[in-house]
């Protein structure tokens, strides 16, 4: 069986690991990937981590083993997703979102269909509002 790769701390990433353990702040993400780190420091087995943190086994593994590779700032950040781009900003999203509908045309008249995110206007709800939007 392997073992756990061994991981010792500086007094300075102690610190910083245990300031993101505590944070109110940060991402549950982050906070959890340094209980990680500092359990693991403290000499507790991956199973014992992941039992007391209740996370899988091998995200302590993972979280462990990139630690080691590349110290806190390996643990403070996540990988390039794989998969297609946005193709669409940030920026135009909200602008399509947050813009009022045009009239719907009265009840029996002809509807065209929705628009496609890349239209000029965004499609619309029977009340009116952006199809999502949390506006009534």
């Known amino acids: 069986m392997k073992s756990a790769v061994a991981i010792t701390l500086t007094d300075e990433q102690r610190a910083e690991l245990k300031r993101r353990a505590r944070s109110q702040t940060m991402d549950a993400r982050t906070v959890r990937r340094a209980r990680i780190v500092l359990l693991a420091a403290e000499g507790i087995g991956n199973h014992e981590i992941a039992r007391r943190l209740q996370i899988s086994r091998n995200q302590v593994i993972e979280w462990r083993k990139r630690f080691a590779q590349g110290g806190i700032a390996a643990v403070s950040g996540d990988l ?53 939007s949390s506006r009534t």
């Open 80 to 132: 390039p997703r794989s998969g297609r781009k946005s193709h669409i900003d940030a920026a135009h999203i909200v602008q399509m979102t947050t813009r009022p509908c045009p009239r719907m045309p009265p009840t029996g008249a002809h509807v065209p269909s929705p628009p496609s995110w890349g239209s000029p206007t965004p499609p619309c709800s029977r009340s009116g509002t952006p199809t999502g």
